[in-house]
Nanobody, 128 residues
Framework: QVQVVESGGGSVQTGGSLRLSCAAS????????LAWFRQVPGKEREGVAY????????YYTDSVKDRFSIARDNAKNTMYLQMNNLEPQDTAMYYC?????????????????????WGQGTQVTVSS
């Protein structure tokens, strides 16, 4: 049974840091694309960062480049999102997603509609 579970959200002030974790288990084989999406009320869920479990290559949306860093530990079936220099506009519910997507596609930042497995979300709040 596939499980995707996030942890690590919280509240920080502008310029602070947080690290999110995502444990994705139950995938028996194959390349996975692991991703972080975020959503604020009234807006669509947007992709923030992606990583391929096979190549370790990643993709970031422009607004978080040079501030966020995604990494995975295949032995622990866990992915991390290190968020530095946080800004109020980073405030959102953050969701972990996992799907069997090829590395080339994963490294182009696929849309939310291509992911079937989702975590329950973890709230990140950045105050000014």
């Amino acid at each position: 049974q596939v499980q995707v579970v996030e942890s690590g959200g919280g509240s920080v002030q502008t310029g602070g840091s947080l690290r999110l974790s995502c444990a994705a288990s139950g995938f028996a084989y194959g390349t996975l694309c692991l991703a972080w999406f975020r959503q604020v009320p009234g807006k669509e869920r947007e992709g923030v960062a992606y990583i391929s479990t096979t190549t370790g290559n990643s993709y970031y949306t422009d607004s978080v480049k040079d501030r966020f860093s995604i990494a995975r530990d295949n032995a622990k079936n866990t992915m991390y999102l290190q968020m530095n220099n946080l800004e109020p506009q980073d405030t959102a519910m953050y969701y972990c997603a996992a799907e069997r997507i090829s590395s080339p596609r994963c490294e182009r930042g696929p849309s939310r509609t291509e992911f079937y497995y989702w975590g329950q979300g973890t709230q990140v709040t950045v105050s000014s």
